[in-house]
């Protein structure tokens, strides 16, 4: 199975919007509604941010939603803030019931 | 409050299998709907789905790690645990577990790196 396609790096200045992609085929992202996003600062362990597309789970900001079209899932930040600054991944079910991951994209907070 | 902990051997030697142990506290591992999944992070990399077990016993795999995996269950100690045969320095990572509900990983371990060396 092939790693979703993340954009390596993006970049906002505090209280703008940003949009990370994550970009599958029809055997997973754009065939299921089991699109989930993940935060990771550094040298902790990785934290769910959205679940089945675009639910948030208790506790996390509504600043954080996550939207698909087609073969491409997104995970948009808006009032971005200095703690946004990590690692996301986003993560998708596939055909043959087994997981995969994008490879990550770097946030920073200009 | 779900916790999960990671356990096992730091330095595994090539050729050797790496073993690890996952305790869950918080929750019963025996309670349905929640898949105790292994996932790994090689050092500056990103996420590496292994696989997972049902609290039955069922089970499924990265399939390009499946001829060398195993994750198994013990409902008595609250416990899952992952090996991984034939290890390379290729296999040196974080390995976190991880609870998956609903297709998704909702609480993690805190990760624990082994590194495969002779």
């Known amino acids: 199975q092939s790693a979703l396609t993340q954009p390596a790096s993006v970049s906002g200045s505090p209280g703008q919007s940003i949009t990370i992609s994550c970009t599958g085929t029809?055997?997973?992202?754009?065939?299921?509604?089991?699109v989930s996003w993940y935060q990771q600062h550094p040298g902790n362990a990785p934290k769910l941010m959205i679940h089945d597309v675009s639910n948030r789970p208790s506790g996390v900001s509504n600043r954080f939603s996550g939207s698909k079209s087609g073969n491409t899932a997104s995970l948009t930040i808006s009032g971005l803030q200095p703690e946004d600054e990590a690692d996301y991944y986003c993560s998708s079910y596939t055909s043959s019931n087994t997981r995969v991951f994008g490879g990550g994209t770097k946030l920073t907070v200009l | 409050q779900v916790q999960l902990q990671e356990s096992g051997p730091g330095l595994v030697k090539p050729s050797q299998t790496l073993s690890l142990t996952c305790t869950v506290s918080?929750?019963?591992?025996?309670?349905?709907?929640?898949?105790w999944s292994w996932i790994r992070q090689h050092p500056g990399k990103g996420l590496e789905w292994i696989g997972y077990i049902y609290y039955i016993g069922s089970t499924n795999y990265n399939p390009s790690l499946k001829s060398r995996v195993t994750i198994s269950v013990d409902t008595s100690k609250n416990q899952f645990s992952l090996k991984l045969g034939s290890v390379t320095a290729a296999d040196t990572a974080v390995y976190y577990c991880a609870r998956a509900w609903d297709q998704s990983l909702d609480y993690w371990g805190q990760g624990t790196l082994v590194t495969v060396s002779s």
């Open positions: 918080g929750g019963s591992i025996s309670r349905g709907g929640y898949y």
């Open positions: 029809s055997s997973d992202v754009g065939g299921y509604n089991y």
